[in-house]
């Protein structure tokens, strides 16, 4: 079965309409690529669900990547694109090859019917603006998990380039909601995928193999050992240990445990 990074690949690279479409699929075939597994993309979603605080803590541990990153996983995309048992959203990670800290991130989904498609606008962040914002979390702001959502989506911007731009505009006869719709598209996934570029940089998060087409899949890590004196802690508590913990504000901790 192909990979949905094959599929828009080819739904890109032949595609007519903007010179864009073009730049997705050379940054596409440049790419590192990495399939997430469900249950690894089930507990990344819960996770983000559950503490986005946690994930915001980290942000900081995303390292600037070298090359454009694809990242994939099979569940629907929140904005309502796919649905059903072959759903797949995927998302391209690029670095801005001026200014490495920028990165653009481009949504994509399996539409149900076989077919790949592609958000028409571009997600902006600036890793330095992240690893502030991480530095905050951790000793200044809420643990609101609605107020930290709003924090890390504040934290990127939205770019409708000029050719997708045109070619909205013809196909829906300049309509406003179809812009709405492309800045939807856009950010919807954005914690998603923050969370699983923590996640792969962790311990206790994702672990990769190597598959024979040369792509990497993402899946849980097994639980690493726990030190004696977190499990005699966790005993007298009646918790169970998490793999990985990290100190924030007051003497508390922020645990990545993925199995919770």
């Not at 940054?27 to 690529?33: D, N, S």
């Not at 792509?215 to 005993?235: D, H, I, N, T, Y």
Request: hydrophobic content about 40%; overall charge negative.
């Amino acid at each position: 079965m192909a990979s949905l990074a094959d599929s828009l690949y080819r739904a890109v690279a032949t595609r007519m309409g903007a010179d864009e479409h073009l730049q997705v699929a050379g940054l596409l075939k440049e790419a590192r690529r990495i399939s997430v597994t469900r249950p690894a993309a089930e507990a990344i979603k819960a996770w983000v669900d559950g503490d986005p605080w946690a994930v915001e803590c980290n942000l900081d541990s995303i390292a600037p990547p070298s090359r454009p990153l694809w990242l994939e996983w099979p569940l629907a995309t929140r904005s309502g694109h796919g649905g059903g048992d072959g759903a797949v959203t995927g998302c391209l990670v690029a670095p801005n090859p001026e200014h490495p800290g920028l990165l653009a991130m481009v949504t994509g989904w399996e539409t149900g019917d076989g077919q790949a498609r592609h958000a028409f606008a571009v997600a902006v962040t600036d890793l330095q603006g992240l690893y502030d914002l991480s530095w905050g979390a951790r000793n200044r702001f809420s643990r609101t998990p609605d107020e930290s959502l709003e924090r890390m989506m504040s934290s990127v911007s939205v770019s409708l380039p000029g050719g997708f731009a045109d070619e909205i505009d013809i196909l829906t006869d300049g309509s406003p909601e179809a812009r709405e719709g492309m800045m939807r598209d856009a950010t919807s996934e954005i914690p998603m995928v923050f969370g699983l570029l923590v996640a792969l940089e962790r311990r206790g998060g994702l672990s990769l193999s190597l598959m024979e087409d040369g792509s990497l899949e993402a899946k849980l890590s097994p639980a690493p050992p726990v030190g004696f004196l977190s499990r005699m802690a966790s005993r007298f508590a009646g918790t169970k240990p998490a793999p990985f913990t990290r100190k924030v504000r007051k003497g508390e901790v922020v645990s990545l445990d993925l199995r919770l």
